[in-house]
């Protein structure tokens, strides 16, 4: 289970600063490790807000 989650943790961070980092890059040119990591970071934290709350409205 939290190997799983782990797994999640890192796959979507993964995944948010490859998508903000093109962003970045293709719309403004460059691209800061600061904002990358920091936007990235904040998608993770409502990507897990999110997952709480299904699971909370799912129960009742």
Request: charged letters at 15%.
């Given at each position: 289970?939290?190997?799983?989650?782990?797994?999640?943790?890192?796959?979507?961070?993964?995944?948010?600063?490859?998508?903000?980092?093109?962003?970045?890059?293709?719309?403004?040119?460059?691209?800061?490790?600061?904002?990358?990591?920091s936007?990235?970071?904040a998608?993770?934290?409502?990507?897990?807000?999110g997952?709480?709350?299904?699971?909370?409205?799912?129960?009742?």
């Amino acid at each position: 289970m939290i190997l799983r989650e782990l797994f999640i943790f890192i796959a979507a961070f993964a995944a948010f600063a490859s998508a903000v980092s093109a962003y970045l890059v293709a719309f403004h040119g460059a691209a800061s490790l600061k904002e990358v990591l920091s936007t990235a970071f904040a998608a993770v934290i409502g990507l897990y807000a999110g997952r709480y709350l299904e699971r909370r409205l799912i129960r009742g």
